[in-house]
C-alpha cells in the first residue's frame, strides 16, 4: 500500500454517481420527518390527551438511542410485523418487496420526525403569543393567522435548526450501509477495496460531504438573510 | 430471521450486552476528555484572534462538522498508518480502539471548541472589565469571572454533546470493536434473535442517556445557584421565552443538536 494521491480524484469521479442515492435519503427523511415533526410539535403544544404521552415517549425514545438501533430495529422488526399481519389477514403484500432502500426511508423518517418535532416546536414557541391575539383583533381567523402571521415566523426562528437537522440527516444517511443501500460511503467502500486504496477513497468521500454540508449551509444563509428581511430592525 | 419473537430473549440479552457497557463507556470517557482539550486548544486562537492559528482551527472546525463520523472513522483507521509510514512509524500493532477514541475526539474536539466560544462570549463583556476594575488580573477575571459563568451557560450543550458522542460510539463496530452495537449484532446473528437483541440494546442506550441527562441538569442547577432563574424549567426540553438566552443557544449551534446519529 502506498499512498496514491492522483486516485483521490478517480475515487472521487466514480463516488459522484452515489450522490443522488445519499440525497433521495436526505430529502425523503427531511420531508417526512418534517410532516411528523409538525404533527407531533402540534399534539405537545395543545397537548392533547391520549396523544400527548405518545409524542413525548417517541420523541424521548428517538432522541436517547442511536439512529443506528432506529434502522435495525426497523430493518429486522417490519418484516417480521408485516408478515405476521399478511399472514393472518391473507394480504398477497409481502416485506421481500420493500426495497433495501425503503428500509432506509422509513427508519430514517422516523429518526429525523423526533428531532424535528423538537425544531417545529422551539420555532413555534418563539413567536409572541401577542401576535396571534394581534391578528384575530384585525379579524383573521386561527388557520389565516397561523398561516399568514405565525408560521412565517416560526420558519425563521428555527432556519438555522432546520439547517442542522438538514446536515444531521445528510451525515446520517451513511447508515445506508449497513442495510446494503449504495450511497456516498458505501460507494466509497466498494471503490476503496476493489482498488485496496481505501484512504484515497474515503477521503474523497469525506470532501464530497464536506462539500455538500458546505453548500446546504450556503443556501440556509442566503434563504436566512432573505426570510428575515422583516426583522432588520432600525426604523424601516 | 424465522425464529419467532419472543420477549424473555430481550431479558437474557441485557445482561450479555452489559458486559461490554465498559468499552463503550470508555470511548465515551477518554474521547470526552480528549475533545475537552483539543476543543480548549482550537477555541483559544478564535477567541484571542491569533492570526494563522485562527483559519487553521476554522477548517478544522468545518472539516469535522462537515464530514460524517462515520467518514472520518474510516479516513483516520485507513489514512493515519499509511501517513504515519511516510515517517517511518509502524502503527500495524496499534489496537483499533485508539483509533476510534483518536476519531471521536477530534469530532467531539470540533463541537466542543464552538461550545467553549460561544460561551466565552455569551459572558458579558462589562463582567471583564468589572473584574480588572477590582484589581483582578486577566487569568484571575478569566478563572473567577468569566469560566463558572460560561459553564453555567454551555452545560445544556455539553449535555447534548456527551449524549450524542455515547450515541455515536455506535459505530465503533464497523471497525470491529466490541462494544455495547457490536456485541448486539454477534449476538443476533449468533441466535438469529434480531429484533429482541435491538430492543434490549436500545433500552440500554435509553437508560444512559436519560441518566446523563438527569446528571448534568443538577450539574447546572448546582453552577447556575447565583441566578434566580428557575432551572426546572429547562425539563423536559421546555423551550426558554427568554430571547436573550435563546440567542445564546443559537449562537452555539445546536452541536449536534440537529441529529445524534
Given at each position: 500500500?502506498?499512498?496514491d494521491p492522483?486516485?483521490?480524484w478517480?475515487?472521487?469521479?466514480?463516488?459522484?454517481?452515489?450522490i443522488p442515492?445519499?440525497?433521495y435519503i436526505?430529502?425523503?427523511?427531511?420531508?417526512?420527518?418534517?410532516?411528523?415533526?409538525v404533527?407531533?410539535?402540534?399534539?405537545?403544544?395543545?397537548r392533547?390527551p391520549?396523544?400527548y404521552?405518545?409524542?413525548?415517549?417517541y420523541?424521548?425514545?428517538?432522541?436517547g438511542?442511536?439512529?443506528?438501533?432506529h434502522l435495525l430495529?426497523i430493518?429486522?422488526?417490519?418484516?417480521?410485523?408485516?408478515?405476521g399481519?399478511?399472514e393472518?389477514f391473507?394480504?398477497?403484500?409481502r416485506?421481500?418487496?420493500?426495497?433495501m432502500?425503503?428500509?432506509?426511508?422509513?427508519?430514517?423518517?422516523i429518526t429525523?420526525?423526533?428531532?424535528?418535532?423538537?425544531?417545529?416546536?422551539?420555532g413555534?414557541?418563539?413567536?409572541d403569543?401577542?401576535?396571534l391575539?394581534a391578528?384575530?383583533?384585525?379579524?383573521m381567523?386561527?388557520?389565516q393567522a397561523?398561516?399568514?402571521i405565525v408560521f412565517?415566523?416560526a420558519?425563521a426562528a428555527?432556519l438555522p435548526n432546520?439547517?442542522?437537522?438538514?446536515?444531521?440527516m445528510l451525515?446520517?444517511s451513511t447508515?445506508?450501509f449497513?442495510?446494503?443501500?449504495?450511497?456516498?460511503?458505501?460507494?466509497?467502500q466498494?471503490?476503496?477495496?476493489?482498488?485496496w486504496?481505501?484512504?484515497?477513497?474515503?477521503?474523497?468521500a469525506?470532501?464530497?460531504?464536506?462539500g455538500?454540508t458546505?453548500?446546504?449551509e450556503?443556501a440556509?444563509?442566503?434563504?436566512?438573510?432573505r426570510i428575515?428581511?422583516y426583522?432588520r430592525?432600525g426604523v424601516? | 430471521?424465522g425464529?419467532?419473537?419472543?420477549?424473555?430473549?430481550v431479558f437474557?440479552?441485557?445482561p450479555k450486552l452489559l458486559?461490554?457497557?465498559?468499552t463503550t463507556?470508555?470511548i465515551v470517557?477518554?474521547?470526552?476528555?480528549?475533545?475537552?482539550?483539543?476543543?480548549?486548544l482550537?477555541?483559544l486562537p478564535r477567541?484571542?484572534k491569533?492570526?494563522?492559528?485562527k483559519?487553521?482551527s476554522?477548517i478544522y472546525?468545518?472539516?469535522f462538522?462537515?464530514?460524517?463520523?462515520?467518514?472520518?472513522?474510516?479516513l483516520?483507521?485507513?489514512?493515519?498508518p499509511?501517513?504515519?509510514?511516510?515517517v517511518h512509524?509502524d502503527m500495524?500493532?496499534?489496537?483499533?480502539?485508539v483509533?476510534?477514541i483518536?476519531t471521536?475526539?477530534?469530532?467531539?474536539g470540533?463541537?466542543m471548541?464552538?461550545?467553549?466560544?460561544?460561551?466565552?462570549?455569551a459572558?458579558?463583556?462589562?463582567q471583564i472589565?468589572?473584574?480588572y476594575?477590582?484589581?483582578?488580573?486577566?487569568?484571575?477575571?478569566?478563572t473567577?469571572?468569566?469560566?463558572p459563568q460560561a459553564l453555567?451557560i454551555?452545560?445544556?450543550?455539553?449535555?447534548?454533546?456527551?449524549?450524542a458522542?455515547l450515541?455515536d460510539t455506535s459505530l465503533a463496530?464497523?471497525l470491529?470493536v466490541?462494544?455495547m452495537?457490536?456485541k448486539a449484532?454477534?449476538?443476533?446473528?449468533?441466535?438469529?434473535?434480531?429484533i429482541?437483541?435491538?430492543?434490549?440494546?436500545a433500552?440500554?442506550?435509553?437508560v444512559i442517556s436519560?441518566?446523563?441527562?438527569k446528571?448534568l441538569l443538577i450539574?447546572e442547577?448546582?453552577?447556575?445557584r447565583?441566578?434566580?432563574?428557575s432551572t426546572?424549567?429547562?425539563?423536559?426540553?421546555?423551550?426558554?421565552k427568554?430571547?436573550?438566552y435563546?440567542?445564546i443557544?443559537?449562537e452555539?449551534?445546536?452541536?449536534?443538536?440537529?441529529a445524534?446519529l
Amino acid at each position: 500500500m502506498k499512498l496514491d494521491p492522483s486516485f483521490i480524484w478517480t475515487a472521487f469521479v466514480q463516488i459522484l454517481s452515489a450522490i443522488p442515492t445519499t440525497l433521495y435519503i436526505t430529502v425523503v427523511s427531511v420531508l417526512i420527518g418534517f410532516v411528523i415533526g409538525v404533527a407531533v410539535a402540534l399534539i405537545r403544544i395543545y397537548r392533547i390527551p391520549l396523544l400527548y404521552p405518545l409524542a413525548v415517549g417517541y420523541v424521548t425514545f428517538i432522541r436517547g438511542t442511536p439512529m443506528l438501533t432506529h434502522l435495525l430495529l426497523i430493518y429486522f422488526g417490519l418484516p417480521v410485523l408485516i408478515d405476521g399481519l399478511a399472514e393472518q389477514f391473507g394480504w398477497s403484500f409481502r416485506s421481500v418487496s420493500i426495497p433495501m432502500i425503503g428500509f432506509a426511508y422509513i427508519s430514517f423518517s422516523i429518526t429525523a420526525g423526533a428531532y424535528m418535532s423538537e425544531v417545529v416546536r422551539s420555532g413555534l414557541l418563539a413567536v409572541d403569543r401577542g401576535q396571534l391575539e394581534a391578528a384575530h383583533s384585525i379579524g383573521m381567523t386561527t388557520p389565516q393567522a397561523l398561516q399568514r402571521i405565525v408560521f412565517p415566523q416560526a420558519l425563521a426562528a428555527s432556519l438555522p435548526n432546520l439547517s442542522n437537522s438538514v446536515i444531521g440527516m445528510l451525515h446520517g444517511s451513511t447508515l445506508a450501509f449497513t442495510v446494503s443501500v449504495v450511497d456516498i460511503n458505501a460507494k466509497a467502500q466498494i471503490v476503496a477495496s476493489t482498488n485496496w486504496k481505501f484512504f484515497e477513497a474515503y477521503l474523497a468521500a469525506a470532501l464530497i460531504f464536506w462539500g455538500l454540508t458546505f453548500l446546504i449551509e450556503r443556501a440556509t444563509s442566503v434563504i436566512e438573510k432573505r426570510i428575515n428581511l422583516y426583522n432588520r430592525g432600525g426604523v424601516a | 430471521m424465522g425464529a419467532p419473537f419472543d420477549i424473555s430473549y430481550v431479558f437474557s440479552y441485557l445482561p450479555k450486552l452489559l458486559g461490554t457497557l465498559g468499552t463503550t463507556l470508555l470511548i465515551v470517557g477518554c474521547s470526552l476528555q480528549a475533545g475537552i482539550i483539543v476543543g480548549f486548544l482550537v477555541a483559544l486562537p478564535r477567541l484571542y484572534k491569533v492570526p494563522v492559528l485562527k483559519t487553521c482551527s476554522e477548517i478544522y472546525i468545518s472539516f469535522f462538522r462537515g464530514t460524517p463520523i462515520l467518514i472520518q472513522l474510516f479516513l483516520f483507521y485507513y489514512g493515519l498508518p499509511e501517513i504515519l509510514k511516510l515517517v517511518h512509524v509502524d502503527m500495524t500493532r496499534t489496537p483499533v480502539l485508539v483509533f476510534v477514541i483518536l476519531t471521536y475526539g477530534l469530532h467531539t474536539g470540533a463541537y466542543m471548541s464552538e461550545m467553549i466560544r460561544a460561551a466565552v462570549l455569551a459572558v458579558d463583556k462589562g463582567q471583564i472589565e468589572a473584574a480588572y476594575a477590582t484589581g483582578m488580573t486577566g487569568f484571575q477575571a478569566f478563572t473567577r469571572i468569566v469560566l463558572p459563568q460560561a459553564l453555567g451557560i454551555a452545560i445544556p450543550v455539553f449535555s447534548n454533546l456527551v449524549i450524542a458522542l455515547l450515541k455515536d460510539t455506535s459505530l465503533a463496530f464497523t471497525l470491529g470493536v466490541m462494544e455495547m452495537t457490536g456485541k448486539a449484532q454477534t449476538l443476533g446473528s449468533l441466535t438469529q434473535h434480531f429484533i429482541e437483541t435491538y430492543i434490549a440494546l436500545a433500552l440500554i442506550y435509553l437508560v444512559i442517556s436519560f441518566t446523563i441527562e438527569k446528571l448534568l441538569l443538577i450539574a447546572e442547577r448546582r453552577l447556575l445557584r447565583h441566578e434566580k432563574r428557575s432551572t426546572s424549567e429547562k425539563k423536559s426540553f421546555k423551550i426558554h421565552k427568554n430571547w436573550s438566552y435563546r440567542r445564546i443557544i443559537a449562537e452555539l449551534g445546536p452541536g449536534k443538536g440537529g441529529a445524534g446519529l
